[in-house]
T-cell receptor, first 111, second 113 residues
């Protein structure tokens, strides 16, 4: 069935180090993969997205890679800062007007 | 530009009661989606509306329903509340509802006792 697996569920890194979050999806027809960041007490906010015709996309310290053959996509955050601490969700657009989200990764950046 | 507004932000109900949650989308956005967020389960899709029409529905029992008004505002209703319905209910709006950014509200936190 429709499913997005996300790992790890929690991740602690030292400030300045890199963080990587990985997701695997099941719907081979999916063509759009966004990443959302949720801070405490707030709704998720889009931070980066990638479409299936692109293998990698970068926006300053954040990058996303996509491997359609393996149905994997990953979020890479470099030079992490305390304000990067939040819960991150990957998602795939599955079918019509519906997104399947991963279970989230709680990232803690230690000062 | 005002963001997505959800009301109420917090509410407590008892089993068997019903609840109605409201969502006002960003001006100009015609698509409204609802998601249930629980610890360990991430965000689960409930339904999506566009121009007052439900275009897709998630795998939730019939106790969960929704609607959208002509001004794009949306409501969701949960009847005969169960303890397992305790969750954060998130509303998201977008221009078209597909292949694009979802703008989420801060959510309505429902506690069922």
């Amino acid at each position: 069935g429709e499913n997005v697996e996300q790992h790890p569920s929690t991740l602690s890194v030292q400030e300045g180090d890199s963080a990587v979050i990985k997701c695997t999806y099941s719907d081979s027809a999916s063509n759009y993969f966004p990443w959302y960041k949720q801070e405490l007490g707030k709704g998720p906010q889009l931070i980066i997205d990638i479409r299936s015709n692109v293998g990698e996309k970068k926006d300053q310290r954040i990058a996303v890679t996509l491997n359609k053959t393996a149905k994997h996509f990953s979020l890479h955050i470099t030079e992490t800062q305390p304000e990067d601490s939040a819960v991150y969700f990957c998602a795939e657009e599955s079918g019509t007007y519906k997104y399947i989200f991963g279970t989230g990764t709680r990232l803690k950046v230690l000062a | 530009k005002a963001g997505v507004t959800q009301t109420p932000r917090y509410l407590i109900k008892t089993r068997g009661q019903q609840v109605t949650l409201s969502c006002s989308p960003i001006s100009g956005h015609r698509s409204v989606s609802w998601y249930q967020q629980t610890p360990g389960q991430g965000l689960q899709f409930l339904f999506e509306y566009f121009s007052e029409t439900q275009r897709n529905k998630g795998n939730f029992p019939g106790r969960f329903s929704g609607r959208q008004f002509s001004n794009s505002r949306s409501e969701m209703n949960v009847s005969t509340l169960e303890l397992g319905d305790s969750a954060l209910y998130l509303c998201a709006s977008s221009k078209l509802g597909r292949t694009g950014e979802l703008f989420f509200g801060e959510g309505s936190r429902l506690t069922v006792l």
